[in-house]
């Protein structure tokens, strides 16, 4: 087989199920294998941020390999933005980018697409990958591939692989797997035994399952653990979605001062809260109602544990939940959980449409016809993901950046075969909403509520002052049609009923719903954190 083929089932091997990408000059000849073999199927996009956050999807949703696969320069540096956001959320997609060749790139010329040097895109992709390889020798590149998905997977972290042209079809081996690493068993013991007798002491012990659970598929275990050791399980606002259809005492989503103050209290009332597989954010910890002394809870993330000043390194979280189940046998300690009270009911009048609102009909959609997948983009759109009932959800809650929700249900749909829910603000839809015009190509009919308010809503929020923060109407409705798709633009409450009862009926095409949102109304969600954030900010 050539180097290509052997990459490429490789990543079949570590978990890829597709590869997303944007053909260009560097990348036409690894592209053509791609094709010819059909190892794995390919899906192309506009545009190299969309190939990102979709490969960066379906890596949330599959638990394995994201794929993005795009061209040298004016491709690869297009899309960093994208695979930043997968880095600071341990999300493991693999970067393919072609590149020059050995003779052209010592001719001496400064070549199209290069940068400062023709390193200059290897030495960007350091800063925001886990391990990178420069495909030159095919003697050495099954290890080398085998080094990289191997670093992908274990860091659940993004990876970068550049090909340099006239390489693609040089013979190589197949590649064959890393061996996992060796496990310290007295570190793992030792560290389980300080877990337990924490956890034994505490008079109100909390569990917080955060992204790593569902990067390591871990949420069955997780849900089991909690069962065992009677914890309550919150998760924070990065891991909404998790432990959905896992049987876990799953009490809500903590969000500080923006959050339900029954989770609030229970998790900054803990003198034993459990952060397994969270990222110690911001966006998790800054919106304290009363502040959590860090050094006072156990973490359990990014490959070490950690107890008010002992830590343990090369602790792999699976190899964490794994011993401490063997370790705990049935508890007697229960935890009774009330389930919340999701907004339902939309009254379908003439009313104008709020976000929370929009909550409350895809709660009743949800109620009649079954939960969808939710893609969610920033702004208040996620907000209002909070007040809509749990269902598996991906979302750039920490890096926070626009325009993923489009690409992201694309992804969605393309790994799991389910048919997303995309929430998505008109700021962001200009920016990758486009990305609709693909479905026809491919069979992908998401449904999509537009959230148009003809602003940047959620800066509003933080600067009202400021007139930037405005946008225009751009009529997106009427721009359904020529992509491939159906659009309808609502301003009622009773509209908006009928357009998703229809939405949820049409298959085939996407349905993409613009809901007409007065200017300075937000969710009940947003408006209580930004109530809280500005009281946070006075003290």
């Known amino acids: 087989m050539n180097l290509v083929e052997s990459l490429l089932h490789a990543l079949k091997a570590h978990g890829a199920r597709e590869i997303f990408g944007l053909p260009g000059d560097f990348a036409l000849p ?52 994208a695979v930043a956001a997968a880095y600071a959320e341990k999300s493991p997609v693999v970067i393919l980018s072609g590149g020059p060749g050995k003779r052209e790139a010592s001719s001496g010329l400064l070549l199209h697409h290069q940068a400062k040097t023709l390193d200059s895109q290897l030495e960007i992709y350091r800063e925001i990958t886990c391990d990178q390889v420069r495909l030159d020798d095919a003697a050495r590149a099954p ?66 399952a955060g992204v790593e659970v569902r990067r390591y598929k871990l949420e069955d275990k997780v849900a089991e653990l909690s069962r065992r050791l009677g914890l309550p399980v919150v998760t924070s606002f990065m891991g909404r979605g998790l432990l959905t259809d896992a049987d876990a005492p799953l009490v809500g989503t903590y969000m500080g001062v923006a959050g339900l103050p029954e989770v609030t209290q229970l998790v900054e009332g803990s003198d034993g809260l459990f952060l397994l597989g969270e990222i110690i954010s911001d966006t998790n910890f800054a919106v304290s109602e009363s502040r959590i002394d860090l050094r006072k809870t156990i973490q359990a993330h990014n490959g070490q544990v950690t107890l008010g000043y002992h830590i343990y390194p090369s602790i792999p979280l699976a190899a964490l939940v794994d011993e401490m189940l063997d370790r705990v046998g049935s508890s007697n300690k229960t935890f009774a959980v009330t389930p919340h009270d999701y907004p339902k009911g939309l009254e379908a009048d003439d009313a104008s449409i709020t976000p929370t609102d929009i909550a409350k009909a895809v709660n009743d959609l949800f109620a009649e016809h079954g939960r969808l997948p939710i893609a969610s983009d920033m702004g208040d759109c996620l907000f209002t993901a909070m007040e809509i009932e749990q269902t598996a959800l991906v979302a750039p809650g920490y890096y926070a950046t626009m325009g993923f929700g489009v690409p992201a249900g694309l992804g969605v749909q393309a790994t799991s075969g389910q048919r997303p829910l995309i929430l998505v603000g008109d700021g962001a839809f200009q920016m990758t909403g486009w990305e609709l015009g693909n479905c026809k190509r491919y069979g992908w009919d998401p449904i999509v509520l537009l959230f148009n308010n003809a602003s940047w809503e959620m800066l509003r929020t933080f600067q009202p002052e400021s007139s930037f923060n405005d946008l225009g109407h751009w009529g997106f409705a009427e721009m359904a049609g020529p992509l491939g798709g159906d659009g309808v633009r609502v301003s009622t409450r009773a509209e908006l009923q ?24 937000l969710s009940d969600t947003l408006a209580r954190f930004v109530a809280g954030v500005k009281r946070l900010s006075t003290k």
């Open 30 to 81: 690894y592209f053509r294998i791609i094709e010819e073999s059909a190892i794995l199927p390919l899906y192309t996009l506009s545009h190299e941020p969309a190939i990102g956050f979709a490969a960066d999807a379906t890596a949330r949703v599959s638990c394995g390999l994201g794929v993005a696969a795009v061209t040298y320069g004016a491709g690869a540096l297009n899309m960093v933005n």
């Open 498 to 521: 009928a357009a998703l009862a229809k939405a949820i009926a049409t298959r085939g095409r996407f349905q993409l719903i613009e809901v007409t949102i007065p200017r300075g109304v």
């Open 143 to 208: 290890a080398d591939i085998a080094r990289v998905l191997a670093s992908c997977l274990r860091n659940s972290e993004p990876v970068y692989i550049e090909i340099p042209r006239d390489m693609v079809r040089e013979p190589c081996a197949p590649v064959v797997a890393e061996a996992p690493r060796p496990l310290d068993r007295e570190a793992l013991d030792a560290c389980v035994d300080e877990i337990l007798a924490r956890l034994d002491v505490a008079k109100h012990p909390v569990l917080m």
